[in-house]
């Protein structure tokens, strides 16, 4: 008996590595009512066991409350979900303990509906979906939502420039800083340039552009003024 109940072991012994692997890395799905929206990307659920939780949209970075269209895109994320049962796809959590997950409303990927609405980035950072990159393309080119103003200053740069303009004494507070606005304060705190510029090609790039750490991207600017002075023009991919 146990030389039969070895064999049939040593048989299917390779099935539970699989049935292991299977079983940690599907993704978590649940369904929640949605309690309340910070902003254009996170929103609170409330599970069935009246706990709370707060979900940070995978993939996509909103404008600040406190940027232009920053309200606009929580009006609209509100629209969407709030009040509603969402299914949760859990894809990881991030530094502030928050759930980090698709969104569904139904058939609608939440996500990727504020990208095409334009209220919302692809963010790069932390996602290489190339479904989004191709709808923040394409709401980029019709000007919808935030993209009817020809620059606007993408979330994550707006909150490192508000972290520079708080450690530099006298900088500029409020409003919609960019790191643009503040390379030419006055100050002991060494601030970083802006632009970089393609020595070849005689492009320049924003630091959130996926080339602008190119080998050829040895020309620094402090603002875009400086890079158009010098014979660059501006990046089709990330509009500077």
């Known amino acids: 008996m146990r030389t039969h109940w070895g064999r049939v072991y040593l048989k299917y012994a390779f099935l539970f590595p699989l049935v292991f692997f299977f079983t940690a890395f599907r993704p978590v799905f649940s369904a929640s009512r949605v ?25 996509i970075d909103s404008p600040e409350k406190s940027q232009a269209f920053g309200q606009k895109a929580k009006q609209y994320a509100s629209t969407l979900v709030y009040g509603k049962t969402v299914s949760i796809r859990v894809m990881d959590r991030d530094k502030y303990g928050r759930t980090v997950a698709w969104v569904y409303a139904g058939d609608m990927n939440v996500n990727a509906e504020l990208v095409r609405a334009g209220y919302a980035w692809h963010y790069r950072k932390y996602s290489k979906d190339a479904s989004l990159q191709r709808l923040e393309d394409e709401a980029r080119m019709a000007r919808r ?35 643009a606005q503040i390379t030419n304060a006055e100050s002991p705190v060494p601030v970083q340039a802006v632009y970089h510029g393609n020595v070849k090609s005689r492009k320049f790039h924003r630091p959130s552009c996926s080339v602008y750490d190119c080998k050829n991207c040895m020309a620094v600017f402090r603002s875009r003024e400086d890079a158009i002075n010098a014979g660059y023009e501006p990046c089709r991919m990330c509009n500077p």
């Open 35 to 59: 309690v309340g929206v910070s902003d254009g990307d996170t929103i609170t659920i409330l599970h069935d066991n009246r706990e709370q939780e707060r979900i940070r949209l995978y993939g």
């Open 145 to 179: 939502g935030l993209w009817v103003d020809p620059n606007p200053v993408p979330p994550w740069e707006y909150r490192k420039g508000k972290r520079i303009s708080a450690a530099i004494p006298g900088s500029i507070t409020g409003g919609s800083v960019s790191l």
